[in-house]
């Protein structure tokens, strides 16, 4: 059993065959899915999306490409969405430097703002970053003097200084397909060296970065069996070893999300 903690399942791209999308990845053993809420306007959508699926569960957030279209959004704002959807997690949320198609001001005010809501809440926080690695540690640690909260760093491709840091404030760390590209020895030396053995959790990111051997077509969640290859690979876990492991990090941060009837099954 799998758990995919990274699908943008309200994509255009899953819009003509999303049911379809859903019966593959069950039958390739993915037992949960987290569908990611990338804007707040968005919420809506999600919600409708997860809606007919008793596996897949919603978070919100928005993105730091959109954090443009709320500037100034408080933490209540944010609480009060998640809390009407259900959702089981706040995110993505995060820094992207890379494109700044939002001012960086205002990704860092959104960022402070989702920070608080899950901290309210008592919810996971999906964090993306990107070429904001020294910004990221020190927002962190800046954020965590306030309070703690839990957090993921989501489709992990920084450096040693943000994982080590990172991870003495308690964070997870999710894999995907990048793991696998042919360029990414960095991604896998942090893997290997950096990620707690009991904190690493496996994504597909889906519709993007798409595994090999499906690389440059759309991803959908039924390829996860291929990330957790790479991970068995990297780590130098059995395949089983890999489930197990991914997917207990998962319920530990994700511990709204109910476990698999396999489970329930298992204990009666
Ligand atoms: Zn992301």
Redesign the pocket.
């Known amino acids: 059993m799998l758990v995919d903690s990274?699908v943008n399942l309200h994509a255009e791209a899953f819009a003509p065959d999303r049911d379809a999308v859903i019966e593959r990845a069950r039958a390739a053993g993915v037992a949960r899915m987290i569908a990611?809420c990338?804007r707040l306007s968005e919420a809506d959508a999600v919600r409708a999306v997860v809606a007919p699926y008793d596996d897949v569960f919603p978070t919100l957030g928005a993105?730091p490409h959109h954090a443009k279209d709320r500037p100034g959004v408080t933490a209540d704002e944010i609480a009060a969405l998640a809390r009407e959807m259900d959702a089981v997690a706040i995110g993505?949320t995060?820094l992207?430097f890379h494109y700044n198609y939002s001012p960086e001001p205002e990704q860092r005010a959104s960022f402070a703002a989702h920070v608080a809501a899950a901290r309210t809440l008592d919810l996971p926080l999906?964090i993306?970053?990107?070429d904001a690695d020294d910004a990221m540690a020190d927002l962190l640690e800046q954020l965590w003097a306030d309070g703690p909260f839990r957090f993921l760093l989501?489709?992990y491709t920084g450096g040693v200084d943000l994982a080590r840091r990172g991870a003495a404030l308690g964070g997870y760390f999710s894999v995907n397909g990048i793991a696998s590209f042919k360029n990414a020895h960095d991604v896998r030396a942090v893997i290997t060296t950096e990620m707690p053995e009991d904190r690493i959790l496996l994504e597909t990111?889906a519709p993007y970065l798409a595994p090999p051997p499906h690389r440059g077509r759309r991803n959908e969640p039924a390829f996860l069996p291929h990330v957790a290859e790479s991970l068995a690979q990297i780590r130098g876990w059995t395949l089983a070893e890999t489930a197990e492991r991914t997917t207990a990090a998962f319920h530990a941060l994700f511990d709204r999300v109910p476990r698999a009837a396999a489970r329930r099954e298992l204990k009666a």
Request: one cysteine or more; charged letters at 30%.
């Open positions: 990274h990611i990338s993105h993505e995060g992207d999906v993306h970053c990107r989501h489709s990111d």
